[in-house]
């Protein structure tokens, strides 16, 4: 089974960047569409970006023009730039398959403070 590990959040000032990261244990992002995932407290896990195996990327409607999806295959690793964060980006962020079927990691905690 293949282990994901997220990593690169923080507490940053509204207005500020994060640079997330998701190292696989296994090659998979040249063979699935990858997202990255968040879940705030009290609300249900949602699909924030998205990558196609071409390359394509997709943005939930809250993200879009902030965010930037890319992965590196050659690495395993796929990432998430975040900028002009706003305290409704509070959330626990994580990686997976698009739709996923992979064990959820741990997840990194992004906080942003207004």
């Known amino acids: 089974q293949v282990q994901l590990v997220e990593s690169g959040g923080g507490l940053v000032q509204a207005g500020g960047s994060l640079r997330l990261s998701c190292a696989a244990s296994g090659s998979i992002f040249n063979r699935n569409s990858m997202g990255w995932y968040r879940q705030a407290p009290g609300k249900q896990r949602e699909l924030v970006a998205g990558?196609?195996?071409?390359?394509?990327?997709n943005y939930a409607d809250s993200v879009k023009g902030r965010f930037t999806i890319s992965r590196d295959n050659a690495k395993n690793t796929m990432y998430l730039q975040m900028n002009s964060l706003k305290p409704g980006d509070t959330a626990v962020y994580y990686c997976?398959?698009?739709?996923?079927?992979?064990?959820w990691g741990q997840g990194t905690q992004v906080t942003v403070s207004s």
């Open positions: 997976n398959t698009v739709p996923s079927y992979l064990s």
């Open positions: 990558i196609t195996r071409s390359g394509n990327t």
